[in-house]
């Protein structure tokens, strides 16, 4: 196996943030000292000309989660991402997008603080609803509203972290138990139930103006696959030495569906990787700018389109 690549989202801090610059930094952005050791420059001329991408983030906060795919197994699907404390819950659901696949966000999804205990069976679960808070998409309305949760509710884009994970924030009061904030649930396709676990773990002072990884366990599972246990069956297709006839469709599905037939895993760690769901993700691959930035106004121009 190929060992891991460095993040280079996270360069040693005695070197200069600005762009080609690889001189010994001597001094620190004031706003951000005692933070952020990214914010280190070696001259004034540095620190002035990297001012258009750090004004950004300069000063601002992130909070650090951890994502679990409830559920998953062998190993448990987790990520910890530390996202914009700015960033609304809609730009959380890009993020989580993101981080399991990319998914192509082509089925419903909700937020949810709830009291209960997680779902980790994998399937639709028929307890009672134990939600405080409900953040859905904008305009998404209850078909049967006199069987809705009566947890009150708030469209995505009009709630930020901050107004949450803030020790000030406006809604942080209907979301505590015993003084902490209870994990936030997030659930995608409500037929194959991908559900999702976010513990908020702390903040700290930005590095980025953008979700940075700082670690994927767990290949993330193709759409459509027909939830945990569908990705299950996924995964012994792929490990059987004698593939049955079915084991083979599944396998070539899994291939079409993740849109890897005539080209190796940009995603796993290791160069010309064919496709599997056993592959390493590669977290410096994430993290690539440029690569988020894509599939952010992907996300948001198929949002445009769907209301």
Not at 196 to 219: C, D, I, N, Q
Request: proline share 7%; with cysteine.
């Amino acid at each position: 196996m190929a060992p891991k690549p460095p993040i280079p989202e996270y360069p040693s801090p005695t070197t200069c943030r600005a762009f080609f610059c690889e001189k010994e930094a001597t001094q620190a952005c004031s706003r951000c000292k005692g933070g952020s050791q990214r914010s280190r420059y070696c001259s004034v001329k540095c620190q002035t000309a990297d001012w258009k991408l750090h004004k950004k983030y300069c000063g601002k906060t992130v909070y650090t989660f951890k994502i679990e795919l409830l559920g998953s197994r062998d190993p448990v699907i987790t990520r910890v991402v530390d996202v914009p404390a700015w960033y609304t819950f809609q730009e959380l659901h890009f993020v989580i997008q993101y981080a399991f696949g990319p998914w192509q966000q082509v089925h419903l999804h909700e937020f949810s603080y709830k009291t209960g205990r997680p779902n980790r069976s994998g399937g639709i679960s028929f307890a009672p609803d134990t939600s405080v808070l409900r953040i859905r998409m904008d305009g998404e309305q209850d078909e049967l509203p006199e069987f809705a949760p009566k947890s009150p509710q708030i469209y995505e884009s009009q709630i930020k972290l901050s107004d949450v994970y803030d020790a000030e924030g406006k809604h942080r009061a209907k979301v505590l138990k015993n003084g902490e904030v209870l994990p936030l649930e997030y659930l995608y396709d409500f037929g194959d139930n991908w559900e999702h676990r976010l513990t908020f773990k702390g903040e700290r002072m930005a590095s980025a103006a953008r979700p940075l990884f700082a670690s994927a366990v767990g290949y993330p599972p193709a759409e459509d696959a027909g939830g945990v246990s569908g990705w299950e069956e996924v995964k012994e297709a792929f490990a059987a030495t004698n593939p049955t006839p079915d084991q083979i469709s599944r396998r070539k599905w899994a291939i079409s569906r993740m849109n890897y037939e005539s080209r190796t895993d940009p995603l796993a760690v290791g160069e010309n990787v064919p496709y599997s769901p056993f592959n390493e993700v590669n977290v410096t691959v994430m993290n690539y700018d440029g690569r988020w930035e894509n599939h952010l106004e992907g996300y948001k121009e198929q949002l445009k389109y769907s209301m």
